[in-house]
C-alpha cells in the first residue's frame, strides 16, 4: 500500500480507527490531519503501542476552518511526498449551538466540512493524479445532509 492521508484524526474517532486498520498494511507513508497537535500524537502513539508496524507515520496539522491553514497543510504534503493513493476526507464538524464564521466569514459547518475539503483536495490533486493505479478520495459524512439541501443562494443562513 502506497501513501495515504487521513483528515480529522482524533483518538475516539473513526479517522483514528481508519487509521489503525490501515498501518496493518504497512502503507508508505500514512499522514494523520488535525487541527489538533495532541490528537495526532495520542493516535501515533495508540498504533505504535498496538503493533509492529513500521510504518512512516507523519502528523499535519489542517484547520479545515482556515483556508490559510488548508494552503500551509496542502504544501507540506506536496513537500512530504510527490504520490498519494487514497485520501480520506474525515473531519467534520456538526450542531454547533450558535452562529459562527470561519476567518473568511463563511458559515462554519460549511466552511469546515465542504469547501475545506474541497479545497485541500483540489490543492493536492497532482498527488493524487501520480497515483499508478488511480488514487481513491472517500469523503466521509453523516445522514445530516438527508435533512435538508444546501442553499447556495444563502450559505451563511443570512435569509431564513
Known amino acids: ?46 498504533i505504535r503501542a498496538s503493533s509492529s508496524s513500521t510504518t512512516n507515520i507523519k502528523p499535519l496539522l489542517l484547520d479545515l476552518s482556515s483556508q490559510d491553514s488548508v494552503r500551509k497543510a496542502a504544501a507540506q504534503v506536496l513537500d512530504m511526498t510527490s504520490v498519494v493513493d487514497v485520501l480520506i476526507n474525515n473531519a467534520g464538524v456538526m450542531m454547533t449551538p450558535e452562529f459562527k464564521a470561519t476567518p473568511e466569514g463563511v458559515e462554519w459547518h460549511f466552511g469546515i466540512n465542504h469547501l475545506g475539503h474541497f479545497l485541500f483536495t483540489n490543492l493536492i490533486i497532482p498527488t493524487l493524479l501520480k497515483a499508478p493505479i488511480g488514487a481513491r478520495i472517500v469523503n466521509v459524512s453523516s445522514n445530516a445532509h438527508r435533512a435538508t439541501g444546501v442553499n447556495f443562494e444563502d450559505v451563511n443562513f443570512q435569509v431564513c
Open 1 to 46: 500500500m502506497r501513501p495515504v492521508i487521513i483528515t480529522g484524526i482524533s483518538p475516539d474517532g473513526l479517522g483514528a480507527d481508519a487509521a489503525r486498520a490501515i498501518s496493518k498494511h504497512d502503507p508508505k507513508l500514512l499522514i494523520l490531519a488535525s487541527r489538533s497537535e495532541s490528537s495526532i500524537s495520542e493516535v501515533i502513539a495508540a
